[in-house]
């Protein structure tokens, strides 16, 4: 996944990178969205050495991309079906009236549980480099306004 964008600052070997929103990551949640500015508020690794008001190339390798949608989407949909099939299996079996109603419940449960688990493991998916996006080139120096 390519993109480009404007450095608004630089913190170390890491680059906070604003890039307008498209149709492709519009309803991710990985990247931050600035609610003024309407762009994406992206954390890129400075292998560029780029500095603020650059703008700059992003990359993303594609396996690390859908990897990382397949922890956001994937993990909590796969959930919610294990708790609804095996809800549907144990409450039939239980001969309850509305089994149906409580395999969604369970179902549900299970994914709200997956999405806390997550949640609570988001400072290890930030930190790790393979799930964030690299500054590969700078395509023009410096005189890029910073919003």
């Given at each position: 996944?390519?993109?480009t964008?404007?450095?608004?600052?630089?913190?170390?070997?890491?680059a906070?990178?604003?890039?307008?929103?498209?149709?492709?990551?519009e309803?991710?949640?990985?990247?931050?969205?600035?609610?003024?500015?309407?762009?994406?508020?992206?954390?890129?690794?400075?292998?560029?050495?780029?500095i603020?008001?650059?703008?700059?190339?992003?990359?993303?390798?594609?396996?690390n991309?859908?990897?990382?949608?397949?922890?956001?989407?994937?993990?909590?949909?796969?959930?919610?079906?294990?708790?609804?099939?095996?809800?549907?299996?144990?409450?039939?079996k239980?001969?309850?009236?509305?089994y149906?109603?409580?395999?969604?419940?369970?179902?549900?449960?299970f994914?709200?549980?997956?999405?806390?688990?997550?949640?609570?493991n988001?400072?290890?998916?930030?930190d790790?480099?393979?799930?964030?996006?690299?500054i590969?080139?700078?395509?023009?120096?410096?005189?890029f306004?910073?919003?």
């Amino acid at each position: 996944m390519n993109a480009t964008g404007v450095v608004v600052d630089v913190e170390n070997e890491k680059a906070y990178v604003h890039i307008s929103r498209n149709t492709a990551c519009e309803n991710c949640g990985a990247c931050h969205f600035d609610e003024k500015t309407l762009n994406l508020k992206v954390t890129a690794i400075n292998h560029a050495n780029a500095i603020v008001g650059d703008r700059v190339e992003l990359s993303m390798e594609n396996v690390n991309f859908f990897r990382a949608s397949f922890f956001l989407y994937g993990v909590p949909l796969i959930a919610l079906l294990i708790g609804v099939f095996s809800g549907v299996y144990i409450f039939e079996k239980m001969n309850l009236e509305l089994y149906d109603i409580y395999a969604i419940l369970l179902g549900m449960l299970f994914m709200a549980i997956t999405y806390i688990i997550l949640r609570k493991n988001k400072d290890k998916f930030e930190d790790n480099t393979k799930y964030m996006s690299v500054i590969t080139n700078v395509l023009h120096h410096g005189d890029f306004p910073v919003v």
